[in-house]
Each structure stands twice: as C-alpha cells, then as structure tokens.
C-alpha cells in the first residue's frame, strides 16, 4: 500500500541553524508529494508541493525535491527561526481514482532563540 | 482563514453520547475528507465525499457516519462515544479529486469524559 516515513522528532534547533526532515515514501506509479505545516491550535497549511520527479517545491524559504530513484522527499531550510516552530507533515497522493492524501506521523520542529 | 469552517471547534461530552462536527468547504470545492487526528495515531482518513456521493472510506469505525448534502458542506455524526474517541477531527476540501492537495479547517477538538 501506500505509506510515508518521516524521521521521529522532536528536533531541536537554535534560530539560524539548518533544517532537514528526511521524508521517505512506498506508492505505485507516480504520486504527488505534499509538505504540509501545523502550528499551535491550528489546522494544517499546505507548505510545497511537487508533482513529478526531480521537481521542486519551495515556499517561504522550504524546499523539497522529488526524488523518485530514492522515493524521497526531504524538507530542507537553510536557516530557521523560532516562528518555525511547528508540527510538519510529508503527504502523498497517487493521483488516481479516489485516494486520499496519505500522512506520514509527523515531526516536531522547536526552534530556540 | 483557510476557507473551510468548522464548527464547534471545541467540543466536551460523556461518553455514550451522540455528537454532530459540522464542515462548510472551500467555496468552488466539491470534495469534502474527514480525518482524525490523535497523539498516538497521527493523520487517520475517515472518509471521503465528492458532490454528495460517498467516494473513499478510511478506518471509520461503524458508529461514525457522515454526509455531504447539496449545498455541499459535510456533517460527521460520532455516536456511542469511548474515551477513546478523544481526538481533533479535521475536514479538508479540494477542487475534484485533490491532486493538488487538500485546504484544512481548524479543526473540532473533541473531548470525551
């Protein structure tokens, strides 16, 4: 079946530091990959999207490539601050029929000052 | 505001009772997903309605139930409450099928006592 893989948090990181949250996936055919960011109390916002291989996503700083030779999808920053400090979310769609977007469990940024 | 209205968005009962989470979508968005979202389960998909048809099912225990009606917005009715059934209940809606990802309300935390 369809399934995402993100590394455990918490991560803990000063403001300035680089960010990686490594973002694996298991899909047939070619599925659209999402990067989607939880702050406190509220829902969930789309962050990026890529919907084929070796594209890249990028918002507010983030990026993600898609790479398929390694089913990946790593969200990279290169310099966080503490309004970073959030619940982030790798997302798949398989891009047919009516599959739902597939989560991975999250992870837990903390950025300190 | 991400377009999607939920309501209530916070909701305390006992457990064996009935509720009702209410989702009005996206304007334009004719797909409506529920998803639940605990500490111990992450993002699960419940259900998927697109234009007032049932289209997906997730792991939706039988004593949830939901609807989409004509003028679009989704109902989730959960019934013979568990402690268990302690969560945030998010809708989502998208254009059609998704494939370019999903807008979320804010969410319905659910408290069961």
């Known amino acids: 079946g369809n399934s995402v893989t993100q590394m455990e948090g918490p991560v803990t990181l000063s403001e300035e530091a680089f960010l990686t949250i490594n973002c694996t996936y298991t899909a047939t055919g070619y599925p659209s990959l999402f990067w989607y960011v939880q702050y406190p109390g509220e829902g969930l916002q789309l962050l990026l999207k890529a919907t084929k291989a070796d594209d890249k996503g990028s918002n507010k700083g983030f990026e993600a490539t898609y790479r398929k030779e390694t089913t990946s999808f790593h969200l990279e920053k290169g310099s966080v601050q503490v309004s970073d400090s959030a619940v982030y979310f790798c997302a798949l769609n398989r891009n047919s029929g009516n599959t739902p977007l597939v989560f991975g469990k999250g992870t837990r940024l903390s950025v300190i000052a | 505001d991400s377009g999607v209205t939920q309501t209530p968005k916070h909701l305390i009962t006992a457990t064996g009772q009935r509720v009702t989470l209410r989702c009005s979508p996206r304007s334009g968005d004719l797909s409506v997903y529920w998803y639940q979202q605990s500490l111990d389960q992450g993002l699960q998909f419940l259900i998927h309605y697109y234009n007032g048809e049932e289209r997906a099912k997730g792991n939706i225990l039988e004593r949830f139930s939901a609807q989409q009606f004509p003028d679009l917005h989704s109902e989730l009715n959960l019934s013979s409450l568990e402690l268990g059934d302690s969560a945030l209940y998010f809708c989502?809606?998208?254009?059609?099928?998704?494939?370019?990802?999903?807008?979320f309300g804010s969410g319905t935390r659910l408290t069961v006592v």
């Open positions: 989502a809606s998208s254009p059609r099928q998704g494939l370019w990802g999903y807008t």
